[in-house]
Antibody, heavy 120, light 107 residues
Framework: QVQLQESGPGLVKPSETLSLTCSVS????????WSWIRQPPGKGLEWIGY???????NYNPSLNSRVTISLDTSRTQFSLKLRSVTAADTAVYFC??????????????WGQGILVTVSS | DIQMTQSPSSLSASVGDRVTITCRAS??????LNWYQQKPGKAPKLLIYGASSLQSGVPSRFSGSRSGTDFTLTITRLQPEDFATYYC?????????FGQGTRVEIK
């Protein structure tokens, strides 16, 4: 059974960099889109971006200039860096696996989520 | 960006009711539409992909359909564990977007 687990600091100061890691277990890391999604408290879901196992990336343009997603296949982990954070970046951050099935892409496995608060 | 608009934003229903949630895309997305269920404090769970294909392990009381740019999630015979928030998500464009969510509450 595939499992994803987010880790990282729960508190980040304004203007600093938010850094999270997602550890993947129970399945291959190859052939999937490894994604980050966030959810501000009491609000909806926002896709941040993904990295494919070839290393190609795709980011939400609204965050593109501040986001980097990287993949460490040897450690079956992928990471998120979000630079120059503000209070608007306070959210629960989920890592997720996106699968392509019959040309359709979908998030089929998710981590439990980690709350990151931006505050001084 | 492709905007996904869900309606209603919330609804109240009773156990055993038939519930319908609609998601409208701002442009054609073919059948590149997924539905998720999210319970408080939990990650979303995939229910339907490709507009109408049931994810493995999801009860058959959940179904999805498409009419043009309008998509529907139907829950027949609502069960206590179905009270949750439901999100649609399109994967047609390179910018994946979610609807704003529909909260299904107990009447």
């Amino acid at each position: 059974q595939v499992q994803l687990q987010e880790s990282g600091p729960g508190l980040v100061k304004p203007s600093e960099t938010l850094s999270l890691t997602c550890s993947v277990s129970g399945g291959s890391i190859s052939g999937y889109f490894w994604s980050w999604i966030r959810q501000p408290p009491g609000k909806g879901l926002e896709w941040i971006g993904y990295i494919f196992t070839t290393g190609s990336t795709n980011y939400n343009p609204s965050l593109n200039s501040r986001v980097t997603i990287s993949l460490d296949t040897s450690r079956t982990q992928f990471s998120l860096k979000l630079r120059s954070v503000t209070a608007a970046d306070t959210a629960v951050y989920f890592c997720a696996r996106a699968t392509r099935r019959i040309n359709f892409d979908m998030f089929d496995y998710w981590g439990q989520g980690i709350l990151v608060t931006v505050s001084s | 960006d492709i905007q996904m608009t869900q309606s209603p934003s919330s609804l109240s229903a009773s156990v055993g009711d038939r519930v319908t949630i609609t998601c409208r895309a701002s442009q054609s997305i073919s059948s590149y539409l997924n539905w998720y269920q999210q319970k408080p404090g939990k990650a979303p769970k995939l229910l339907i992909y490709g507009a109408s294909s049931l994810q493995s392990g999801v009860p058959s009381r959940f179904s999805g359909s498409r009419s043009g740019t309008d998509f529907t999630l139907t829950i027949t015979r609502l069960q206590p564990e179905d009270f949750a928030t439901y999100y649609c998500q399109q994967s047609y464009s390179t910018l994946w977007t979610f609807g704003q969510g529909t909260r299904v509450e107990i009447k």
